[in-house]
């Protein structure tokens, strides 16, 4: 054993090692190429990036702000490029769908300070409402996309990146997939750059005001430093070529799927039997080695995630040169989900007849036998979890409506910890697509049905996108119950401050105070664990006509315990009385909280898990669940 | 840096049992003895009471951070159920160590989900391996001091199974760095009653 001073992330010490998260990984090449500004808002599974940027900042001097919306964010981070710094903004995939409009215009400025956008995209869709592949966007923005195969590559290009942003005048992409910001990996850590720069605007009518007299200007001037970069990609180190002679056989491999690729060749012995070229720039792509490779083999192979964007490129190289052979990608890679060693094995083993080096055939049959016998364990809301009151309560209010009226109620959900609400037993939730959608699609809907139709979403939601629908619904009138499950905080993603929950002693802006100042005349403010007082306030917003806010606040329970503990507050956990209690499983059957055990036909409370919020023995209709430990009689 | 041999370890078990913690330590560990390490995990929506997969690849001309299917070494469950899950990734040789302590999910007791019995699962996993080693680690970190422990328990049956490349010392001076004083302790009892247990079962030879 080494014996190692205790390293930080912000430790200067080059050639040290430290045990690094991907998203740490990429927030060390921020503070080693001397990032200043950092602009981002959360989103799996991009967040951890940001929280440990926020997390130093006063200790290296950074600017690190959790934004309003990733927009929001990508304009602070252009500013301050603008202003001569080096800027880096952070999102999740979907999030660069938000900052769309300033990041497609952000090419056209080029950058003065270096200026990096990472994207953290989702394959496999482990928490995304989608799949998509942000390297179309970076190509329809004309942004150069780096996409490291490692975590150390993952650092280490980041660093790289703002040199070649400053290099070219330009802004650059560093790509990230789930695999790669969810890895951990020994890092070498290199050297810190402390410089320091003084923010300094410096007027250019020419390339800052994107109106149309100047901005076709810069369209020309963009696709000039484009072409530049393009030229330069072939001599990074990121991309690699490998020529064995006599090999029949080319593998291109970009970003994460190197290292399944790397691995399915040496597993299957085929080291020196094929050629392989490694891709760290996905676009431009390095055509002049893509064009050796395709002229030394008789076959390709690309290998990559999600979409044939590599795959396409190289067939129009391979058309451009006059090369035809045979390139295959996506007709044997799957296009959908994550890659893995195995699906790049069974491609090379179909094209080149070498054996895979498992009999996967039979991995299947027993995975299919056992399939039958595994529980089914989707994630759930927290014991304690205010939204399950909310979202019982707004279950209750729809069931009243339909009792009087016979209509059901269409239930709008949105994303956050809420949106796990559409499992049973809650299933409040019809339709959801995107952050703010809880309220907007709950507005359109309103126009064209006639049941009530009753939206939610969080409070950093709110602010994220749910104001601008808010407002859409007083303009036009729309009959909508508009519900803001408050926790005072954004909890889905680890608990990131927002305008409404501010970490310091920043102004609170109260959801209620915007919804009043937008013509919202029906607002009011409830405590979702007042059962009564809460079915109460939406049932009227249902009956209301026009748009009616409810807001249900109560603090995000993990914080509210981790509170009490910094207080020295006692958490009181609920019990049942076996007396009273018939095991009817009501509370088990409306709430599904992860607290409420059933054995046989008894029910228990877990105490190490029940944090005492009290909801079950509302809904009990034996009143057997009481507050308070059991006394000794269970 | 030494070239050790590839071995591949997945974790898994339910949100809140610590699973990531255990990997963190593990990788602590291996940079500390210079072990390469590579390895990822699931987060996200898997938290909250979902299944948690992390695994963690050691030795040298490892690359990718996910373990391939049928490559596993060590297949450690702190819940038996979620052994099944990963059921694909063993092999023959697989040694796997599992708590019998099960956590079963909100939608048994809401009917809309069985749960198989201990036999079912062993059973299952036999079919692959008859490596098996079954432990009630609950027990054992209650008798260290917490139930919390159970994860640093199923700690350190990895280690008490021969297989690791990374000292025992190494792994406990990672363990006391990251818990001092009375948790520090437990702990430590923890590990150790996890390495014991394994070591029992395979009669202090460790696996070949
Ligand atoms: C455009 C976009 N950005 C970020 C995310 C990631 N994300 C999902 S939910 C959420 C916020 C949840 O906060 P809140 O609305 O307060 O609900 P809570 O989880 O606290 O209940 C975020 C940031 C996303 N899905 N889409």
């Known amino acids: 054993m080494k014996e190692l001073a205790e390293l930080t992330i912000t430790s200067d010490a080059p050639g040290a090692k430290l045990f690094m998260l991907g998203n740490e990984a990429i927030a060390r090449g921020a503070i080693e190429a001397g990032v200043q500004v950092v602009a981002a808002y959360p989103g799996t599974p991009s967040s951890e990036i940001t929280n440990t940027l926020v997390s130093v900042a006063k200790e290296t001097g950074m600017y690190a702000e959790w934004s309003v919306n990733e927009k929001v964010a990508m304009e602070v981070a252009m500013a301050a490029s603008v202003s001569g710094l080096r800027a880096m903004a952070a999102m999740k995939h979907v999030g660069v769908n938000v900052a769309h409009d300033p990041l497609t215009t952000a090419g056209y400025m080029g950058a003065r300070g270096g200026l990096v956008l990472v994207s953290a995209d989702d394959p496999g869709q482990w928490s995304s409402q989608n799949e998509q592949d942000n390297r179309y966007i970076a190509r329809q923005c004309y942004i150069p996309v780096l996409e490291p195969s490692s975590v150390q590559e993952a650092k280490d290009m980041l660093v790289d990146a703002f040199r070649l942003s400053e290099e070219f005048k330009h802004i650059f992409m560093l790509r990230s997939v789930t695999r790669l910001s969810h890895a951990r990996s020994d890092v070498v850590l290199g050297a810190i750059n402390k410089e320091k720069r003084e923010g300094e605007f410096v007027k250019d009518l020419h390339s800052l005001v994107c109106l149309p007299a100047y901005s076709r200007g810069s369209r020309r001037r963009m696709i000039e430093r484009f072409a530049k970069i393009k030229g330069a990609v072939n001599d990074l180190p990121y991309n690699q070529l490998k020529l064995n002679k006599g090999a029949k056989l080319g593998i291109i491999a970009c970003g994460i799927s190197y290292g399944y690729t790397l691995e399915a060749i040496r597993y299957m012995g085929l080291e020196d039997k094929v050629s392989l070229l490694k891709i760290g720039t996905p676009y431009p792509l390095p055509e002049e080695m893509v064009r050796q490779l395709l002229s030394s083999v008789s076959e390709v192979l690309v290998v990559e995630e999600l979409e044939p964007f590599v795959e396409d490129q190289v067939k129009i190289v391979a058309e451009d040169a006059g090369i035809i052979i045979k390139i295959h990608g996506k007709d044997v890679i799957p296009i959908a989900g994550e890659l893995s060693t195995r699906p790049v094995a069974e491609a090379i083993s179909g094209l080149t007849g070498a054996q895979p080096p498992v009999n996967f055939a039979e991995l299947d049959r027993i995975r299919e036998e056992t399939e039958p016998l595994l529980p089914f364990r989707p994630p759930t809301l927290c014991a304690g979890c205010p939204h399950r009151a909310s979202l019982h309560a707004i279950n209750v209010a729809c069931r009243r409506w339909k009792r009087e009226y016979g209509t059901e109620c269409v239930l709008v959900s949105d994303i956050g910890c809420y949106a796990l609400g559409v499992f049973e037993p809650l299933n409040a939730d019809d339709i959801a697509v995107c952050m703010g959608g809880g309220f907007g699609i709950a507005t359109g809907l309103a126009q064209v049905i006639k049941a009530p139709v009753v939206g939610h979403l969080g409070d950093s939601t709110f602010f994220h996108s749910g104001i601008p629908p808010m407002i859409n619904a007083v303009f036009h009138q729309a009959n909508v119950t508009l519900v803001i499950l408050d926790n005072s905080t954004t909890g889905m993603t680890g608990f990131q401050p927002h305008p409404g929950a501010p970490a310091g002693d920043e102004p609170k802006i109260m959801p209620e105070d915007v919804a009043r100042a937008c013509g919202v005349k029906f607002v009011e403010v409830v405590d979702p664990f007042d059962l009564t007082k809460t079915v109460d306030a939406l049932e009227r917003a249902i009956r209301y006509k026009g748009p009616a806010v409810v807001i249900t606040r109560r603090m995000c329970s993990i914080l509210e315990q981790r509170e009490k503990r910094r207080q020295g507050v006692a958490i009181v956990p609920y019990h049942v009385d076996p007396e009273k209690c018939d095991g009817c499983g009501v509370c088990i059957n409306l709430l599904g909280c992860p607290a409420i055990i059933k054995d046989d036909d008894r029910v228990t409370i877990d105490s190490s898990q029940c944090p005492g919020c009290g909801l079950c023995a509302q809904v009990c209709p034996h009143k057997a669940i009481i507050s308070g430990v059991k006394d000794g009689k269970d | ?208």
């Open chain 2, 1 to 208: 840096m030494a070239k050790t041999k590839e071995l591949n370890v997945i974790i898994c078990g339910v949100g809140g049992q610590g699973v990531v913690l255990m990997s963190e330590l593990l990788g602590n560990a291996a940079v500390r003895d210079d072990i390469e390490v590579k390895g990822s995990e699931v987060l996200g929506m898997a938290q909250r009471g979902g299944s948690v997969f992390s695994n963690i690849r050691l030795g040298s001309g490892v690359y990718a951070p996910l373990t391939p299917e049928g490559k596993c070494d060590v297949l450690v469950a702190v819940e038996p159920s979620e052994a099944l899950r990963n059921v694909h990734f063993l092999a023959k040789s697989s040694l796997v160590v599992l708590n019998s302590r099960d956590v079963k999910p909100f939608t048994v007791f809401l009917g809309k989900s069985g749960y198989p019995s201990l036999e079912e699962i062993l059973d299952k996993l036999h079919r692959v391996t008859d490596r098996v080693i079954t432990l009630d680690a609950t027990q054992l970190a209650q008798e260290a001091g917490s139930v919390q422990s159970a994860n640093v328990v199923m700690l350190g049956t990895l280690y008490g199974t021969g297989l690791m490349p990374i000292t025992v010392e190494t792994a406990k001076a990672v363990l006391q760095g990251r818990f001092k004083g009375k948790v520090g302790e437990i702990n430590i009892r923890a590990f150790d009653l996890g390495y014991e247990e394994v070591q029992k079962a395979l009669k202090g030879a460790p696996v070949k």
